[in-house]
C-alpha cells in the first residue's frame, strides 16, 4: 500500500514538454481513424490502419478535472496515459502559451501561483507511432478580494451550456459510492429532479466503472461515508481485496493529495479505515480512493453550520434512577452522536436517545444508574461538542447494614431581590433559504426575555400560526417553522414577531423556491 503525492504515469516522466500540436493528422499525411475510449472525454485517434501485435493508441485512464481554486493558489492536474510504445505527453493552453517558466512550473502539470490570467481552458496531447489522445481541462480561478474571478464567471457559463439538470462529475462520483437510501438527498443537493433519467445515466457509469475496477480489484464491499466518531476525529471505511497486493493505493481530497499528520489510512485484513484528527472547516469535501487510477470510492464530508445554543450540564442521580442529559441546538439536525466516556453509545436497553419533532432538541437518558456508568458524557454535532459529569450517588449504611440517614443544616444568607425582566431579542435570527420544490424546509431563530414573549410567525405580513400548512414550534426560546414540502406558494418574506409587556422585537427573512417550473419524479 503507497500513499503519493502524486500520480505513477511512465509515459509522463519521459516527456512533460508544454508545445502546440496540429490537431489534423491527415495535415500530416496521416490516416485519421477516430476510435472510442472507455473514459468520456477522450478523443483518440488511430494513425494506421491497423496496429502492430502488442502495439496500442494512446489513452487516458484517468482524465484531468475541471479546478477551481483561489487565486494565488498551486493548481495540479493530474491524469494516467497508457499506450505502447510509450506517448509524448504535451500541454496546450486555450489562452495564451505557456513559456512562462515563473508562472507555470512543469511538476505532473502544476501550474504555481495561479492568477485570473491563468483560468481557461488547457489541453493535454499524448501521442505515439500508432495514434494520439486528447483531453481537455479548464481551470477556474476565484479572484482574492473579488465576488468572482473572471474565469469562474466562464466556468458558469459552461455549466450553462450543459444539458438542464445535468450535473458535474462529482455528483456521479458520489452516486457511485452511496447507497440506494441516499440517492434522494444527493440529488437534493446538486439540484436534480429527473430521477429516471438519473437512474439511467448511474447504470451507464456503474458499468464504466465495474469494468475499470475489475483490472485491479478482487472484491469491494461494505462502503461507509465519512462521518465523526468522537470529538475532532471523523472517518470512512470499505473492504478491499486487491488482485495485486503491490497496487498502489492513492488518497485525494477533492484535487489534493492527502500525505498529513492528521490524516490516516491503516489496514486490517481487507478492511481498510481511513481517519482525519483535529477536524476543522478546511477538512470539508469530497475525499477519493483510487487504485493505480482508478476509483473505487468517493465520500462527501459536510461539517454543518450549527452550535449548540445550550450545552448540557452535570448530571447527579441516585443509584438505580434514571439521569437525562439534554442540549438545544441553532439549527435543526435530525440526529448527534452521543459519547460515554469516550465510547460511542446507542439506542439500546442502556441509552434512550431521543430528538424533538423540530430537530432542535436532543436528550440521552441513563437508564437505571449504576456506580459503573459515572463519568463524563459529550454531545457531539459536527465540528462542535460539549460535555458534562454523570455523578451517581449511593446511600450509606451503618456497619450492621441498616440504611442510615444524614442531615445536613444549610445556613442561607438573607435572600435580596432581584429583577430580571428583559424585553424580547433575538439571539439567533433568521437566515436565508433557497430550497428545490418538493422538498422539505426549516427556519429558526431563537429568542430571550423575561417574562418569555409571545411568538407570532408571518408570511407576507400574513398570520401563519394557525396555517396548518405550517408546522410551528417554540421550545426553549428557540421557534422552528417547518414545511415539509415546498412550492412556488411558499415564496415571499417570513417575519417573526416577539411580544410582552417590556417590548417587541421581530426579524425577517426570504424563501426563495429554485426552479418554480422543474418537473419532479418521485420513484
Known sequence: MHISHSFSCQSLYQDTRMTSKSDN??????????????????????????????????????????????????????????GNPSPNVTWTRSKGDLSDGDRFKIIYETISDVGVDQAGTYKCFAENEYGKAVVTATLNIIEVGFKKGKALQEGERQKEDRLPGEPDEHFWELLLSADRKDYERI???????????????????????????????????????????????????????????????????????LFALNHSLKQIGRKFVFSVKDLDPEDAGLYQVDVEGVNVFSTDFKIPSVDFLVKIQEVKAIEREDAVFECVLSNPMPQITWLGKNVPLQQGEKHDITVSEDKLIHRLVV??????????YTAVVGIKSCNAWLVVEGETTTARGKEKEEKFILTLPESKNCKFEAAPSFLLPLKKHSNPPGYECYMSC??????????????????????????????????????????????????????????????????????????????
Not at 201 to 207: A, V
Not at 228 to 249: H, V, W, Y
Request: hydrophobic letters at 35%.
Open 446 to 523: 431563537a429568542v430571550k426575555g423575561d417574562p418569555a414573549p409571545h411568538i407570532t410567525w408571518y408570511r407576507d405580513n400574513v398570520s401563519l400560526n394557525t396555517n396548518t400548512n405550517y408546522y410551528i414550534s417554540n421550545t426553549c426560546g428557540v421557534c422552528s417553522l417547518l414545511i415539509l414540502r415546498v412550492g412556488p406558494k411558499d415564496t415571499g418574506e417570513y417575519k417573526v414577531v416577539a411580544e410582552s409587556p417590556l417590548g417587541r422585537a421581530e426579524c425577517s427573512t426570504t424563501l426563495t423556491v429554485r426552479g418554480k417550473h422543474a418537473h419532479m419524479i418521485y420513484l
Open 187 to 257: 440529488c437534493a443537493e446538486y439540484g436534480v429532479t429527473d430521477f429516471r433519467w438519473m437512474l439511467k445515466k448511474l447504470n451507464e457509469k456503474k458499468r464504466e466503472r465495474e469494468e475499470e475496477q475489475a483490472q485491479f480489484v478482487e472484491h469491494l464491499s461494505n462502503l461507509k461515508p465519512i462521518e465523526i466518531k468522537t470529538p475532532g476525529c471523523a472517518e470512512f471505511e470499505f473492504e478491499m481485496e486487491l488482485k495485486d497486493q503491490n497496487s498502489r493505493i492513492f488518497l485525494y481530497k477533492v484535487q489534493k493529495s
Open 367 to 376: 437508564k437505571d444508574c449504576l456506580q459503573l456508568d459515572k463519568g463524563i
Open 25 to 82: 493528422p491527415a495535415a500530416a499525411g496521416k490516416l485519421a481513424i477516430k476510435k472510442r475510449s472507455k473514459v468520456p472525454g477522450v478523443m483518440i485517434t488511430q494513425f494506421v490502419e491497423n496496429l502492430p501485435q502488442g502495439m496500442s493508441t494512446p489513452d487516458f485512464t484517468r482524465k484531468p478535472i475541471a479546478l477551481t481554486i483561489q487565486e494565488g493558489k498551486t493548481a495540479i492536474f493530474r491524469s494516467i496515459v497508457t
